[in-house]
């Protein structure tokens, strides 16, 4: 499994960005998706996944009514629309796929990883 995400970038504090990460190399649909972020000097946290159905979502508190996963498997791609930017979101944004297809909010869980997209906000 190959997974690409994108969609990282510079933005003000009360903003949005919209992060897909876009998969290949094996049915998508069967895949549990996680992103996670890791800011400078800090260890990587969860942020939010999404098992293989669209169906269960799972949030860390200090994202939780600000993002949004979600995942469109015609398009293999999976979404994490944020809002309400705050200047700690800065991090470093990575997916992650689970090939049994559930929701996971220990990065041991996951089974493959990808490149990192970075979010700057600033204040």
């Known amino acids: 499994v190959q997974l690409q995400a994108s969609g990282g970038g510079l933005v003000q504090a009360g903003g949005s960005l919209r992060l897909s990460c876009a998969a290949s190399?094996?049915?998508?649909?069967?895949?549990?998706v996680g992103w996670f972020r890791q800011a400078p000097g800090k260890v990587r946290e969860f942020v939010a996944c999404?098992?293989?159905?669209?169906?269960?979502?799972y949030y860390a508190d200090s994202v939780k009514g600000r993002f949004t996963i979600s995942r469109d498997n015609a398009k293999n791609t999976v979404f994490l629309q944020m809002n309400s930017l705050k200047p700690e979101d800065t991090a470093v944004y990575y997916c992650?796929?689970?090939?049994?297809?559930?929701?996971?909010?220990?990065?041991?869980?996951?089974?493959?990883w990808g490149q990192g997209t970075l979010v700057t906000v600033s204040s």
């Open positions: 992650a796929a689970d090939l049994d297809g559930s929701v996971w909010i220990r990065s041991e869980e996951y089974d493959y």
């Open positions: 999404i098992n293989w159905t669209g169906g269960s979502t």
């Open positions: 190399g094996r049915i998508f649909s069967s895949l549990g």
